[in-house]
């Protein structure tokens, strides 16, 4: 069972442009939806996160929108350079659990010059 | 700051052998994770620690593995026998305790079993 389903699995976007990656959810006990970024070679490395209190959070070009209705979450990068590009991940986690982080199967974004 | 410590970075060995990958958490860190990831599963935790002790091994896919952290600033996750579906990164991630902050991954190790 997938908890957390993420999409689209690889995505091309021209620099500028604005880069927009989607997850949903299906457990409501989840309260914490962090977003990693992966380059080749590296580990994951936290971008952003949200909790389900906040309807959208902005750190410079990376904005989270949240729908706790619709159980899902995105991540929009705007001005997209080419530096952006690697594997970014959605995941969930609930607090009682000690950070346990469901992941979603990652999305390949590649910014074109 | 030291990040998250792994080695070996690759390790290359033969089906039936037995595998240790080693793991040094951020000094401070109670929480220690570690992953694996492929292309077909992407990312799975494997087992999670909280000061020192296994709180999380559901991810566990069988008896070969085992995980230990006889120590704040260890921890090893072992394989034995390797097989050839085991050949994955296996990452180790740190954070603080008490749920929900946020985990630093070291760079992983890259397994191949032959």
């Known amino acids: 069972q997938q908890q957390v389903k993420q999409s689209p699995q690889s995505l091309i976007v021209q620099k500028g442009g604005i880069s927009i990656i989607n997850c949903a959810y299906e457990n409501t006990a989840f309260d914490y939806f962090p977003w990693y970024q992966q380059f080749p070679g590296k580990g994951p490395a936290l971008l952003i996160a949200?909790?389900?209190?906040?309807s959208e959070k902005k750190e410079g070009r990376f904005t989270i929108s949240f729908n706790k209705s619709a159980k899902q979450f995105s991540l929009h990068i705007m001005d997209s350079q080419p530096g952006d590009s690697a594997t970014y991940f959605c995941?969930?986690?609930?607090?009682?659990?000690?950070?346990?982080?469901?992941f979603g199967q990652g999305t390949e974004l590649s910014v074109k010059p | 700051d030291a990040g998250v410590i792994q080695s070996p970075r690759h390790e290359v060995t033969e089906m039936g052998q037995e595998v240790t990958l080693r793991c040094k958490p951020i000094s401070g860190h109670n929480s220690l994770f570690w992953y694996r990831q492929t292309m077909m599963r992407g990312l799975e935790l494997l087992i999670y620690?909280?000061?020192?002790?296994?709180?999380?091994d559901s991810g566990m896919p069988e008896d070969r593995f085992s995980a230990k952290m006889p120590n704040a600033s260890f921890s090893t996750l072992k394989i034995q026998p390797s097989e050839l579906r085991d050949s994955a990164v296996y990452f180790c991630a740190s954070s603080l305790p008490r749920g929900n902050q946020p985990q630093h991954f070291g760079d992983g190790t890259r397994l191949s079993i032959l």
């Open positions: 995941a969930a986690s609930r607090w009682n659990q000690g950070g346990k982080l469901i």
């Open positions: 949200i909790r389900p209190d906040v």
């Open positions: 620690f909280n000061n020192n002790v296994p709180i999380d």
